[in-house]
């Protein structure tokens, strides 16, 4: 009898068990640092998918079968936005037309900045973009937001330099357009969830791609071979996760997408996401006393994708030997930016490991500079929870090793 009574009992648990992961949200994301917060928030619950593998860049990418496969059985996409990923908008309209969609870019409190067109910066090309601008609500520098507004419908941006938003009160919560992705483990374990209500509405003018069952081949993508004038650099910069002020508004917002997903979790989703929010504001902190010492000295990147870092922590780029998109720079442009080093006096070149290096020793060749790897993906970082943090701290470390000359 007793017997009988445990195998009843174990089956109980297991079919319990089963049951629970069933009801866990399959999420795409697509970039590292994407499927990091998403972790954090997730955490304890599941797990994200990622889209983009590490190590390749997100301005040209080809989806592996198991990825098209991951982001087709997804029940939520949370991604930067169509300005970092392009290549990704076909495959969103048709495989994951029914998904909820969450684009960071998007979401209400986030600061943003137009694109930097020249080799050369000065001031002026931090100004916030003015259409997009976010609310500044006044809040501290620490990005202290109450439940950063979550409805994505009013995307009315009116973001300053880099100002921390206050907390927008948003009672509409509705991610009806939500242009994103999340990636999740064990997809066997889900049922459909199609009891989720999804606005198809939001899901026009994404082109239709093929290249979603493509192996992954990232060396041969259209957009890393090209003169700067082959490509359309208008729009916002979309490396706005390098403001770790942007990371803390989009917990709140993740946060939120999931509780409506997956009501059952939410006080969970919610309680990682005010955890992961506090970790940032003590992080941030930290980078400010240890970047204001560095403030002054200029330095050059392998590619424009760390205005939102500079801006949030004082930091003097001299210019950027690749545009935002990381293409490839013109002759004209090496010639430029190795002017403005010797005219600027900068102290660092910074390279990437997810290009070729050989440019920046170019660059860098016959210039009293020193070089350094800075990272703004995260790719030998262990994916989770802890990533985010990791990732902000790697480019503060890189920067400040460089910068002071350690």
Do not use: K
């Amino acid at each position: 009898m007793e017997t009988l009574m445990f195998r009843l009992t174990l089956a109980a648990s297991l079919l319990a068990s089963g049951a629970a992961l069933a009801d866990v949200p399959r999420i795409s994301t697509d970039i590292l640092p994407v499927h990091g917060l998403v972790s954090r928030v997730m955490e304890g619950v599941g797990s994200p998918d990622l889209l983009v593998d590490p190590g390749a860049s997100p301005h040209g990418y080809a989806l592996r079968p198991s990825q098209a496969a991951a982001l087709q059985d997804a029940d939520a996409v949370i991604w930067v936005s169509d300005g970092l990923a392009p290549w990704l908008e076909g495959p969103l309209d048709t495989l994951a037309a029914d998904a909820v969609r969450l684009e960071l870019m998007e979401v209400t409190g986030t600061t943003t900045y137009a694109f930097r067109e020249n080799a050369v910066f000065d001031d002026h090309d931090h100004e916030a973009h003015g259409d997009h601008g976010h609310h500044d609500h006044g809040q501290d520098d620490h990005g202290e937001h109450d439940d950063e507004a979550h409805g994505h419908d009013n995307h009315d941006h009116a973001h300053d330099d880099g100002d921390d938003h206050d907390d927008h009160d948003h009672g509409d919560h509705g991610h009806d357009d939500h242009d994103a992705h999340g990636e999740h483990d064990d997809h066997d374990d889900h049922d459909d969830h199609a009891d989720h209500t999804h606005d198809s509405d939001a899901h026009d003018n994404h082109g239709d791609h093929d290249d979603h069952g493509q192996d992954q081949d990232h060396d041969d993508h259209d957009d890393h071979g090209h003169d700067d004038h082959a490509h359309d650099h208008s729009g916002l910069d979309p490396h706005a996760w390098l403001d770790p002020v942007n990371a803390r508004v989009w917990l709140a917002a993740i946060a939120e997408t999931l509780a409506e997903i997956d009501p059952e979790n939410a006080g969970t989703y919610r309680a990682n996401a005010e955890a992961g929010r506090a970790d940032l504001a003590g992080l941030i902190a930290d980078i400010e006393a240890r970047m204001a010492p560095l403030s002054g000295q200029p330095f050059v990147v392998f590619h424009d994708a760390y205005q939102y870092f500079e801006t949030r922590f004082g930091l003097s780029s001299a210019g950027a030997i690749s545009l935002g998109d990381a293409s490839q720079p013109s002759a004209g442009r090496v010639a430029e930016i190795q002017q403005v080093m010797a005219e600027s006096g900068a102290v660092c070149v910074f390279s990437e490991p997810q290009f070729d290096p050989g440019l920046v020793a170019t660059v860098a060749d016959g210039a009293d500079v020193r070089t350094e790897v800075i990272d703004p993906l995260g790719q030998g970082l262990e994916p989770g929870a802890d990533f985010y943090p990791m990732l902000i701290e790697g480019v503060a470390q890189s920067f400040g090793a460089c910068l002071a000359g350690s």
